[in-house]
């Protein structure tokens, strides 16, 4: 693997609070190569997006990162202050958000708000502008391009509205995509043809891009790799087939048996006893051992062991036998 | 998902803004309201009769050459006993013509209120962005003075306003000052409540994936503010300021007849009105009626158009 575009080490993210500081993201590492997408799975409040937000410098108070670095194309820009970390994430970073009725300014043309993104951060003129917009537009899909730039938000349904965003995440030519959730707010259908859009994207540009979803059907159809992660720690990391196929994380099988396949007959979907651990109370040793049926004692005490030299951050992590 | 772009959608591009405003729900539900046609109707009439006063107004009651002190008291539509003129409103005590006097005065009234409401609206945005887009003490101290603010009457605001500014005033320039002075005075009476309305639209918008957005690719928080926010709190706004456009009306004129505002060398409808209530009880009822009418016309219309505009405007109430 070549050099990642991005790549985070031992990231963590406080939050004070009353009751003490809480830590949403916990000692994350991971990296994403170019041209790779790198699918962050988990359920809600488990840190996916605040990874995102941490790398786009956009925690809102009073959530900081407290430890660990975060590197984009050799720069590190968690340390970056003011003009440059601004310069820097404009220009390499795009976002994808979940909801494209509020990623859009509702009272501009959809043509503004893309040649703003453009004239901000490429040394062009309006008309050359203007040009990359409906080349940006024609890009992601959406038919009769040049007429439809000065349409506004609210013209478009919600699919091609998303196809919009994604052109607006990708018309400054960013290095990173950060998709938080792209396809939770759109019908299965529409799903379907967003996720092979930024596949396509992914594929022809060398974009890299971070693919935050709890949708392990978007997963496997999307990802190369998948970074599992629950009450803030990574639980799993690895290629997209093998920790689907044969996770290693009694979270990340417990996850795969709840998820509704039509291949897999089951009577009646697996669940995963008890609830993710408030993250003011969070249990020693494993975050996860409280729910986990093979836990022991070590796991009660005992530091995780670290994701570097393991797939799975887990004394015991599943065999194939296990599975079965 | 190949579907080619349907003509009724770039139809709609090609219109100009006119069309397209002439095609707009606001326009239909305009057409259908008679309150609003009506007052929209004598509003225009009268800014128009202000603004050209001096080609309407048979006679300019401030050029003294012009005057006949002989005209005095002249009672409405009845030639005068020494001069034989006649007067569509009759005239006051220095045989200047009312209706003239009046378009004047008019004209300072909605000069003196729509400067007042656009620098209230002005200062009011500014404080109402700022406030709710960095939040913290720049909020607290902005909304604070704000709340001190509002439990004054407005009316007593403006006049410890225009008091304290008169003081610093020089005293040969105090004439020429008062209506300057008078539009501060009403304008710092009146900002609140646009800098409540935008800072809650602020408070909404920032939250906003787009804004979220605009700040990724580098946007300063001014560009974005001006560009993103405030158009999304541009029609309450618009509201407002209608609304606010009668109030000043009335309180410009509530200072005049107080005799804290227009200076008789360039009265408003406050000073006609002040100066036609001495005659009143001697029966030149005329003196105070036709200002006062005016007056009543003027800040009734403008209230009812804000109403009006306040419910088209609302989606909730469509």
């Not at chain 1, 396509?200 to 978007?218: F, N, Q, Y």
């Amino acid at each position: 693997m070549t050099s990642p575009v991005l790549s985070i080490h031992d990231l963590s993210v406080d939050i004070p609070t009353r009751a003490g500081v809480v830590k949403p993201v916990d000692g994350v590492s991971y990296g994403i190569a170019a041209g790779e997408i790198l699918g962050v799975v988990g359920e809600s409040g488990a840190g996916k997006s605040m990874v995102g937000n941490a790398v786009i410098g956009l925690l809102s108070r009073p959530a900081h990162i407290s430890g660990g670095e975060i590197w984009l194309n050799g720069n590190r820009i968690d340390t970056l202050e003011g003009e440059r970390i601004r310069r820097v994430r404009g220009k390499e970073i795009g976002m994808v958000f979940q909801d494209p009725l509020t990623s859009l300014n509702p009272l501009l043309t959809i043509g503004d708000q893309l040649s703003e993104t453009i004239l901000t951060h490429l040394p062009i003129g309006k008309a050359e502008a203007e040009k990359r917009v409906v080349a940006a537009l024609e890009e992601v899909g959406i038919p009769g391009a040049a007429e439809r730039i000065d349409s506004y938000p609210h013209e478009f349904s919600g699919g091609m509205r998303q196809r919009v965003v994604i052109a607006l995440a990708l018309c400054a030519e960013p290095s990173l995509v950060i998709a938080d959730e792209p396809t939770t707010a759109l019908d299965v259908s529409v799903q379907a043809q967003i996720i092979s859009l930024l596949k396509r994207l992914c594929r022809e540009r060398g974009t890299a891009i971070m693919l935050i979803t709890h949708d392990m059907g978007v997963i496997a159809e999307a990802a190369d790799r998948v970074a599992v992660m629950y009450a803030g720690r990574l639980a799993e990391l690895g290629p997209v087939r093998d920790v689907l196929q044969q996770p290693e994380h009694p979270y990340t099988h417990g996850l795969m048996t709840s998820t509704p396949l039509a291949a897999m007959d089951q009577k009646r979907l697996h669940q995963i006893p008890g609830a993710m651990p408030r993250l003011s109370h969070m249990p020693d040793g494993c975050a996860f051992h409280p729910r986990c049926p093979r836990a022991q004692e070590q796991c009660r005490h005992a530091p995780l062991p670290a994701i570097e030299d393991t797939r799975a951050a887990c004394w015991f992590p599943m065999t194939a036998e296990a599975v079965e | 998902m190949a579907d080619t772009p349907t003509p009724l959608t770039s139809n709609v591009h090609d219109k100009g803004r006119w069309e397209r405003f002439r095609e707009s729900d606001f326009f239909f539900a305009f057409k259908r309201s008679p309150v609003a046609l009506v007052s929209f109707t004598v509003v225009c009439i009268l800014v128009f009769s202000s603004v050209f006063a001096p080609w309407i107004a048979p006679t300019n009651p401030f050029d003294p050459a012009s005057l006949n002190l002989m005209n005095g008291f002249t009672p409405p539509m009845e030639p005068n006993a020494f001069t034989g003129s006649a007067f569509l409103m009759g005239t006051d005590d220095q045989g200047r013509d009312v209706f003239s006097t009046i378009l004047y005065g008019m004209r300072i009234s909605l000069f003196v209120g729509a400067s007042a409401v656009l620098f209230a609206m002005v200062l009011g945005i500014v404080l109402g962005l700022v406030s709710g887009y960095f939040g913290g003490w720049t909020e607290t101290i902005i909304m604070r003075v704000a709340d001190v603010q509002l439990t004054f009457p407005s009316i007593l605001v403006a006049m410890l306003i225009f008091g304290i500014a008169k003081g610093f005033t020089p005293v040969e320039y105090r004439d020429q000052m008062a209506i300057w002075v008078l539009i501060l005075a009403i304008g710092l009476s009146d900002w609140v409540q646009f800098a409540r309305v935008v800072r809650g639209t602020t408070l909404v918008e920032k939250k906003k994936d787009y804004v979220a957005a605009a700040l990724l690719i580098g946007r300063r928080p001014w560009a974005i503010m001006i560009k993103h926010i405030l158009p999304n709190a541009l029609s309450p706004v618009l509201v407002i300021a209608t609304i606010s456009l009668a109030l000043a009306i009335i309180a410009e004129a509530t200072l005049s007849f107080l005799g804290v505002g227009a200076p008789p060398t360039q009265p408003s409808l406050g000073t006609l009105i002040r100066i036609g209530q001495g005659f009143l009880f001697s029966g030149e009822w005329w003196i105070l009626f036709f200002p006062a009418c005016t007056l009543l016309a003027l800040a009734l219309s403008v209230n009812l158009l804000g109403d009006w505009l306040r419910d088209a405007l609302n989606p909730r109430l469509r």
